[in-house]
């Protein structure tokens, strides 16, 4: 796969995600955070689960888990880490608004070069940072520049930017060991809906009949955002950086203020239809002006 292909599909799985953002924020008048979680992490993994047998007849993940240690803790780790943001979020949307919810788990754009270059001194080329730079503060006017006091709900998705972080460089190194994306998603997806269901039981106590009003949100949540979303992510990111993922991933936002809009007949003011642009061009900054092109023109700019 070449990379603009990859790059399309990353651009694709922000677009689901960002139209689950609605689904997320509509389907918890029955069920709480948990349960929205566990039924439509359920769902996903129904959907994807033909897929991830008829992909073990050629590559198995169990069996290369068993052989391989690192791979094993590393593809366990995916659900942790997935859980660990998903979790957070769907709970913050309780007692934040979308603006501040998607601007904040944006925060993984940063995040994800920083932790790279800080705990995997790994080199992050010079023209991600200015990038890194733009598409937040596109994030930012995005939110329609929002009370982003320290509320509890915004502390809850700031948590979650950083699981959100882990999941995009753990991906990274995954996907390096083994190409087998429907099962690392099925995976994955099995070890949120378990620990979300762990601790739905005890604190939500929902009925069986709690789901049933939101089974249209649940079923594009767990269809939509999971089997297309997250896998179409497992197939792209082994031919893309992190650093680019996470970039091409923020469009998220982006797709969810405009369906908002649609929607939900929120108002798009004229300053997050700036930030949506400020995030397109922070990507064409990533992808398009190279680190060397940006090292040369420095060089210009300080001679001069």
Known sequence: MSRGMANLLMCCTALFWGATFIAQKTGMETIGPMGFTFGRYMIGTFVLLPLAIYEATKVNLLNTMIQNKRLRWGALGLGVFMFGGIGLQQTALIYTNIANAAFLTALYVPLVPLIAALFFSRHIPLNIWPAVVVSLLGSYLLSGSSNLSAQFGDLLIVGGAFFWAGHILLIQTVIREINAPFQLSVLQSIITAVIAGVIMVPLESPAAS?????????????????????????VAQRHTTA??????????????????????????????????????????????????????????????
């Not at 049933?212 to 179409?232: E, R």
Request: glycine share 6%; charged share 10%; net charge negative.
């Open 243 to 304: 650093a680019t993922a996470a970039l091409i991933l923020s469009l998220e936002s982006v797709f969810a203020a405009f369906f908002g809009w649609w929607l939900l007949n929120e108002v798009l003011i004229t300053i997050a239809i700036i930030g949506c642009s400020l995030i397109f061009l922070s990507i064409v900054l990533a992808e398009l002006v190279s680190e060397c092109h940006l090292r040369k023109a420095l060089r210009i700019f300080f001679k001069e």
């Open 210 to 234: 709690d789901f049933l009003p939101m089974l249209p949100q649940l079923a594009f949540g767990g269809i939509v955002a999971i089997g297309l979303g997250y896998t179409l992510q497992l």
